[in-house]
């Protein structure tokens, strides 16, 4: 154990903790502005890297990458935690935000697949890769830097300034896609503008080297540092140990894994359903995330604040359980409010498939009329059940009155068209009041449990193995039950031709973490961090 004087821990003037909280806070904005351009762009990305012929395929092969970033985060959360532990906070985190900041620019002069093939999928998965295992190092050591210099009775207010730097980073990337997707013509963008975004970073990647070279190393680790109280084997001493072990996993099960799904089906996955299935077009669909990104931001600070009162653990665990009771009628509503045509055509013109040589895909070509009928439907965001049939057709499609028997595009268009099921939203009838309520609700469960997780894993887990023991867990779960959720969630969207099957993802993991944080979590509000 440490034993330090409250000077130790917290600055004496609050100017000092508040630059403290800005330096950290900008870094992070930046880290997840460079980490979420690809997510905002992973509609552009199955056309240009991946092989053409199949654009569902492409689409989910894009999604995918997306989940490679997320996937080797715990690899990161593992190299830079030791480095967290053994060498510094400040210097590691300064290495992270580098390495994301020159990948993701290199993806702004990538060749695509029509100029190098299959090696272009290649290079960008691999620079996803390299983004991911830099966020891996970057949350941890923010949170922890924060949170060692707060007071303990504020330390949730002053850690959710952290919190909100994901949002706002998926904002600062929404707001600088969209005025380069104003500023040209939609063929130039899709030609070469998308790189534009990528290549900014490097002005933010300046800006924020600058502002971490000006912090000085956390108080709690220097004075461990001083003491010789740092750990020599942060990886032993965090998974070999059955107690530190125990944390990790209640940490993962009953907290993270949670709060990822949680904050990627309000944010990421709400988007992708807008433009995807909804077919909104881009613009308005940005603005509509966008305004509930604006609506809940603050969220994170007044949670994380009130998290200071009344514990860490409600917030969490009630945030998981109304996520879980509420986003198969919130994004039914969502449906209503944004294409009442596609809603109203849903209920009065159902769409069933009858065949008997359906495949199961999800990245192979459709070849079978049933494949080519349902990629079809799929493809117009039509709502349809599979039922069985021995029809020597192959496959029958009813649209309301209509019957199509083979694979006819025609007909199912024409069918559709007759029924009311709309191409796109027309914009003129979208409830902007309703939508952004709907998406702002979502932004209130994310908060909700976001907003004190970063207080509540630095007091779960010991100074000396805390970069190890935190970053772990929160990357496993945002990296691979979070990074994978729109591609998951898509594929089953695929398989069941229904577009709110994908909902039972999230809405089965959040019950996970509900159940196994009410059980197992142990509050430890206000304790001190220094031991």
């Known amino acids: 154990m440490v034993t330090m004087t ?81 060498v510094g906070r400040k210097y590691t985190f300064l290495v992270t935000i580098l390495i994301m900041g020159l990948s993701t620019a290199a993806v702004g002069l990538l060749p695509t697949y029509a100029e190098v093939g299959l090696l272009a999928p290649v290079l960008l998965v691999g620079l996803r890769l390299l983004q991911g295992l830099a966020i891996g190092g970057e949350y941890g050591g923010a949170a922890i830097y924060v949170a060692e210099h707060a007071p303990d009775h504020l330390r949730g207010r002053h850690t959710s300034w952290i919190q909100t730097t994901s949002t706002v980073g998926l904002l600062l990337s929404l707001g600088v896609i969209l005025v380069c ?41 220097a004075a461990m540092k001083r003491t010789g109280a740092v750990s020599r084997a942060p990886f032993r001493d965090s998974f070999g140990n059955w107690t530190n072990l125990s944390r990790i996993l209640v940490a993962l099960f009953g907290a993270t894994a949670g709060q990822a799904v949680v904050w990627y089906t309000g944010q990421f996955y ?152 709309p191409k796109a939203t027309d914009p003129s009838q979208i409830r902007w009041v309703p939508a952004t309520l709907l998406l702002t609700v979502m932004m209130v469960w994310a908060t909700m449990v976001y907003g004190p997780m970063a207080a509540f894993l630095v007091e779960l887990f010991p100074a000396r193995i805390r970069y190890t023991s935190l970053s772990l867990p929160f990357h496993v779960g945002n990296g691979l039950f979070g990074g994978f959720l729109p591609f998951v969630a898509f594929a089953v969207v695929v398989v069941t031709g229904d577009p709110y099957a994908g909902l039972w993802y999230p809405v089965g993991v959040a019950v996970v973490s509900f159940v196994v944080g009410l059980l197992f979590i142990r509050d430890r509000t206000g304790c001190r961090v220094a031991d």
């Not at 499609?397 to 069918?415: L, N, P, Q, S």
Request: aromatic share 14%; glycine share 8%.
């Open 6 to 86: 409250d000077n130790d821990v917290v600055p004496e003037a609050a100017a000092s903790r508040r630059l403290v909280i800005t330096a950290a806070s900008l870094g992070t904005i930046f880290e997840w502005y460079d980490f979420y351009i690809y997510g905002a762009l992973a509609v552009f990305f199955g056309a240009l890297f991946f092989p053409p012929g199949n654009d569902t395929a492409a689409f989910l092969a894009s999604l995918a990458t997306f989940g490679a970033g997320f996937a080797v985060r715990p690899l990161g959360a593992l190299v830079f935690g030791r480095l967290g532990d053994m």
């Open 181 to 221: 997707r104003q500023t040209m013509d939609a063929a130039s963008f899709a030609a070469w503008g998308w790189r534009i975004p990528f290549i900014l970073s490097v002005a933010l990647l300046g800006i924020s080297v600058y502002i971490r070279l000006r912090l000085e190393e956390s108080p709690v680790f």
């Open 270 to 421: 709400a988007l992708y359903f807008l433009t995807a299935t909804l077919k909104l077009d881009y613009v308005n669909a940005y603005l509509l995330i966008a305004l509930a990104l604006v609506a809940g931001t603050p969220l994170y600070i007044l949670f994380g604040a009130l998290s200071d009162r009344i514990g860490r653990k409600p917030l969490i665990v009630g945030g998981f359980l109304l996520a879980a009771l509420t986003y198969f009628p919130l994004f039914h509503a969502l449906t209503a409010a944004v294409n009442p045509a596609l809603d109203t055509a849903q209920r009065n013109s159902p769409v069933t498939v009858a065949a008997h040589d359906c495949n199961v895909n999800v990245f192979a070509k459709p070849v079978t009329s049933c494949d080519l009928a349902k990629d079809f439907l799929s493809k117009a965001g039509v709502t349809y059940a599979s039922v069985p049939t021995t029809d020597p057709a192959g496959v029958v499609v009813r649209i309301g009155v209509a019957e199509i028997r083979g694979y006819d595009a025609t007909a199912y268009a024409a069918a559709l068209a007759a029924a009311g099921y």
